[in-house]
């Protein structure tokens, strides 16, 4: 199925672990991004990537870390967890010619 | 980076016209405007976006003054699943890199019956 897709979609881990949060779209969009949306708020641009191995930083990066080997694929990785990384977490892909990013279905991430 | 200001909530009445208006009193002349819906427990969703005047789709309409300083998202007789917090931003791709964009805390919209 085309689109984009999160996984895990909850996850509860304790802190001082590393957690990975994946993020697949089908769509080959160059522009893909990770926000964090805490409850009650809007979103937080954690990081961005322009393209395969082209990554930048976003509002709030300090705690995470992303990679992009492929186009497709776009994990996060929280090196060590925090409680205050409890959070849900969105992955988006931009459609370049026309600006609009597509969302995948969030993962609820809860760090005890 | 572009800043956006926008009332924290409004409340309607179904059936009424529902204006929302989005200051930007910085935006760059690179920078497109774009709406986005959100529901509980869901990504942010694509609603409209425009450079300058007036862009109609068939869910809303967006009004740019020619200064482009302010937007006004309209929403033609709501219903109560037009409930959702509504973000505006601003930015887009720029020549060389990514002008960041920025949600802030959104309008959050009650339709009530």
């Known amino acids: 199925d085309a689109g984009i897709t999160q996984s895990p979609r909850y996850k509860i881990t304790e802190t001082g672990r590393q957690v990975t949060l994946m993020c697949h779209q089908t769509?080959?969009?160059?522009?893909m991004f990770w926000y964090r949306q805490d409850l009650g708020h809007g979103l937080r641009l954690i990081y961005y990537?322009?393209?395969?191995?082209?990554?930048d930083k976003g509002e709030v990066p300090d705690g995470y870390v992303v990679s992009r080997s492929k186009t497709e694929n776009f994990p996060l990785t929280l090196e060590s967890a925090t409680r205050s990384q409890t959070s849900v977490y969105f992955c988006?892909?931009?459609?370049?010619?026309?600006?609009?990013?597509?969302f995948g279905p969030g993962t609820r991430l809860t760090v005890t | 980076l572009a800043k956006t200001t926008q009332p924290i909530s409004m409340d309607s009445y179904e059936g009424q016209e529902v204006n929302i208006t989005c200051s930007h009193n910085?935006?760059?002349?690179?920078?497109?405007i774009t709406w986005y819906q959100q529901f509980p427990s869901q990504g942010p969703r694509f609603i409209i976006q425009?450079?300058?005047t007036k862009v109609t789709n068939e869910v809303a309409s967006l009004f740019i003054p020619a200064d482009r300083k302010s937007s006004t998202l309209s929403l033609p007789r709501v219903s109560l699943s037009d409930t959702a917090v509504y973000y505006c931003l601003v930015g887009g791709i720029v020549p060389g890199g990514y002008n960041k964009l920025i949600f802030g805390a959104g309008t959050r919209l009650a339709v009530h019956p």
């Open positions: 990537s322009a393209a395969a191995d082209i990554t």
């Open positions: 988006a892909s931009l459609a370049r010619i026309s600006y609009e990013q597509y």
């Open positions: 769509w080959s969009h160059s522009y």
């Open positions: 910085n935006i760059a002349t690179n920078d497109y």
């Open positions: 425009g450079y300058k």
